[in-house]
Every structure is written in structure tokens, then in C-alpha cells.
């Protein structure tokens, strides 16, 4: 079983910027696509950024230039960069790795002033 454990939630203003971290056990990690996903109150869990093994990046539209995904395989470790941020963007941020199907236990993002 693949344990993801993330880091680097916050509280923030708007137009902060935060690097949020997830750590993954295992011999997998650098041959699978790794997801940031979000949930607000009262709302679904969404896709925020996925990456691919071979570091390709995609994102939600409403965070395009503005988020960043990258991932580092020798650490077994997936970040996701957070700038000029937007309070709607509060939410608690979870690490995914689909072929594993496995969650961390995620962190808090608050922004607000």
C-alpha cells in the first residue's frame, strides 16, 4: 500500500503564494501520474494538476498560470507551486495517485486577509 503524506497548507492573503509537498512510500512513484486535487465546503472533490511520469503538466483552468506542478523522483516527492492566490482557492488540498488509488490525508489552504 502506497502512503502519500502532504505538506505545506496554510493560511495566506490574497496574492500569496504557498508550495504545497507530497511524499509517497514506495518503488512506484517515479513511473506514475501524480494529481493535486481540492475540496471546498460543501463542494466536490476536483482536479486541481495532474503529472505525468514523463513530467507533463496539466491543470484546472481556473488555476492555469497561476499554479505549478512538478514532481521530483528522487525524493518521491510531488509539489505543487501556488501563486497569486484567490480566496476562492480555499479548500483542503489532496495528493492522488490514481494507479495505486491512493490519498493522503490532506492539508488545509485558507486564503484570506
Known amino acids: 500500500q502506497v502512503q502519500l503524506v502532504e505538506s505545506g497548507g496554510g493560511l495566506v492573503q490574497p496574492g500569496g503564494s504557498l508550495r504545497l509537498s507530497c511524499a509517497a512510500s514506495g518503488s512506484i512513484f517515479s513511473g506514475t501520474t501524480m494529481d493535486w486535487y481540492r475540496q471546498a465546503p460543501g463542494k466536490e472533490r476536483e482536479l486541481v494538476a495532474r503529472i505525468t511520469s514523463g513530467g507533463s503538466p496539466s491543470y484546472k483552468d481556473s488555476v492555469k498560470g497561476r499554479f505549478s506542478i512538478s514532481r521530483d523522483n528522487a525524493k518521491n516527492t510531488v509539489y505543487l507551486q501556488m501563486n497569486s492566490l484567490k480566496p476562492e482557492d480555499t479548500a483542503v488540498y489532496y495528493c492522488?495517485?490514481?494507479?495505486?488509488?491512493?490519498w493522503g490525508q490532506g492539508t488545509q489552504v485558507t486564503v484570506s486577509s
Open positions: 492522488h495517485m490514481p494507479y495505486a488509488s491512493s
